[in-house]
């Protein structure tokens, strides 16, 4: 994904996030050097008065407002429920028609030509892969996307897509987004659609180096450095309190944040963080650690704790 440290998340901007602290971000991010903006068709349908499109509407009112013309949007399809109602159980799922209304509409909202790269949001396993890869691939020569990625999907199902392409002479899935923090999940630990890194994957993109990981709740929603925040119930094992001591060793050591010191780990990994901020202070919190270097000795204790 070219020479981007970080990728900034707006799930929440255009709902939660309103637009004058979104438009606050994003400049800021702007400001740092940042081209990499994350999005989603259905975010964030779950909120109070949400329906979907209202972050890609928020960011194409941004796009309008300034002029980034090495700007890098991503976003996705597949998870917008076609009842609200029912959530993620009504998931529209990677059909041809599907994936093709979605571009458009996604297209349309963010006010550009170009989709810099559409995921296949979340798995759908009723649909063929050869139909679903096959969109993408068109989509690409059609030049409505400049990537194409799978979000939520098991490393196994990225390997077959990607065959499938290979062996269509399309090009596959180059990048996957998946949840990873530093605290390892409880065996058998149920995220719903949402996939976890697993050392099978890691091992996978390590041996791919066509495929770039992304990493979405790096920061286990504040866990690290915040008092009133615990971390999800599926990090909550007797391994967890040996991580965060070698962790907060670490940024003693650096003096960095716990925050900081998970990012600097992600990037040292060759992962790329998805940055998940609501202000533009925790964004910068989050841009310092570009430069916080752990030594190998550090890196070697913070995986092995």
């Known amino acids: 994904m070219g020479e981007t440290v970080f990728c900034l998340g707006t799930m929440f901007f255009g709902t ?40 890609e509407a928020l960011l194409g009112r941004w ?44 297209l349309k909202r963010l006010g550009v030509d170009r989709i810099g790269l559409y995921y296949a949001h979340v798995d759908d396993r009723s649909v063929s892969l050869e139909e679903t890869v096959g969109t993408f691939g068109a989509l690409l020569t059609e030049g409505k996307i400049a ?6 999907h098991q490393p196994w199902r990225l390997e077959r897509a990607r065959a499938v392409a290979a062996a269509q002479g399309w090009e596959g899935y180059t990048a996957i987004q998946q949840r990873y923090t530093y605290l ?37 929603g504040g866990a690290y450095t915040r008092a009133d925040k615990k971390p999800g119930s599926a990090y909550r094992h007797e391994g967890s309190p040996a991580r965060l001591a070698v962790l907060h060793e ?46 190998a000795d550090q890196v070697r204790r913070l995986d092995v704790a």
């Not at 081209?35 to 989603?40: G, M, N, R, V």
């Open 16 to 55: 939660t996030v309103d637009d004058e602290t979104s438009f606050a971000v994003l400049d800021r991010f702007a400001e740092s050097g940042g081209t990499f903006l994350d999005t989603s068709n259905n975010y964030a349908f779950w909120t109070d008065g949400g329906e979907g499109g209202e972050s």
């Open 63 to 106: 796009i309008a407002a300034r002029s980034h013309e090495d700007l890098v949007v991503a976003t996705k399809v597949g998870a917008m429920p076609t009842d609200v109602t029912r959530g993620l159980d009504a998931a529209e799922g990677l059909s041809e028609k599907v994936i093709r209304a979605g571009v458009d509409a996604s």
């Open 147 to 152: 990537r194409a990625g799978c979000s939520n």
């Open 184 to 220: 390892r999940p409880r065996p058998w630990a149920d995220f719903g659609v949402q996939e976890h890194v697993t050392p099978e994957l890691l091992d996978y993109v390590r041996a791919e180096s066509a495929v770039t990981l992304l990493a979405y709740s790096s920061l286990a």
């Open 250 to 295: 670490v940024a003693a050591e650096t003096g960095a944040t716990a925050n900081q010191v998970v990012l600097a780990w992600l990037l040292a990994a060759g992962i790329v963080p998805v940055l998940g901020v609501s202000t533009v202070e925790q964004l910068d919190e989050c841009l310092a650690a570009a430069d916080v270097r752990l030594d």
